[in-house]
């Protein structure tokens, strides 16, 4: 009778956009981990999902989140295509608001089905006078073959060094069983148009990519 191998951890290398990296753990149940760095050696634990808002193993270390009520920080970031987009510009282009949400990585499993989500929806924004902007670390190339392969229809913006992220709360540090991971904290603002005194509307931060847009939409009460 043979010996049966002990089960061991699938691991896969990411490339790196900011801070040391170390190897991810495959779980194999399709979850984006990629917002998570880890600032200390050792693998993630399997134990703990590191991405649950309700695991109480997870701690954050975050910058100020932005409130209901607050002035949104001004930004200016290269688009997919390298040309400037300010948020100025994109409160002048909406009638009511400009959602704006931050995501880890573009092209992985929960941040394109949170883009497709928004994608399959923006007949829907439009009309109710929003304007949807997506800004990752990701570079303005990875953006655009992001955008060409899922057919998205709005503007993806490139925070490679992160300081919107920071100032819009959605950059920080996570620990879990002690280990410490710096990255995209997953949010979504919504910002009042230019015709508005464009405060934030709305806030909304570690969210999950699946059902999110949905769960946007009936908050805002669009249809």
Not at 138 to 164: C, G, I, M, W, Y
């Amino acid at each position: 009778m043979s010996e049966s191998k002990p089960h061991r951890k699938r691991w896969r290398w990411r490339p790196e956009t900011s801070h040391n990296q170390y190897p991810v753990p495959d779980h194999g149940n399709g979850r984006d981990h990629s917002a998570l760095r880890m600032a200390s050696s050792g693998p993630v634990s399997s134990a703990a999902d590191p991405e649950s808002p309700r695991n109480s193993l997870y701690e954050e270390n975050a910058m100020p989140e932005l409130t209901v009520g607050d002035t949104a920080p001004d930004f200016t970031l290269p688009d997919a295509a390298g040309a400037d987009v300010s948020l100025t510009t994109l409160r002048r282009s909406a009638e009511h608001g400009v959602v704006v949400y931050f995501y880890p990585r573009a092209s992985t499993p929960g941040c394109t089905k949170e883009a497709c989500d928004f994608r399959d929806s923006l007949a829907a924004w439009a009309a109710a006078g929003y304007a949807v902007v997506g800004i990752s670390p990701d570079s303005p190339r990875a953006l655009a073959n992001f955008a060409r392969k899922q057919s998205l229809p709005f503007t993806l913006l490139s925070d490679p060094e992160h300081r919107v992220m920071e100032e819009w709360g959605a950059w920080g540090e996570k620990k879990n069983y002690g280990r410490t991971y710096t990255g995209v904290i997953r949010s979504t603002v919504v910002v009042g148009s230019d015709g508005t005194d464009g405060t934030v509307r709305l806030a909304r931060y570690n969210v999950r990519a699946t059902g999110h847009v949905a769960r946007l939409r009936k908050e805002l009460g669009i249809d």
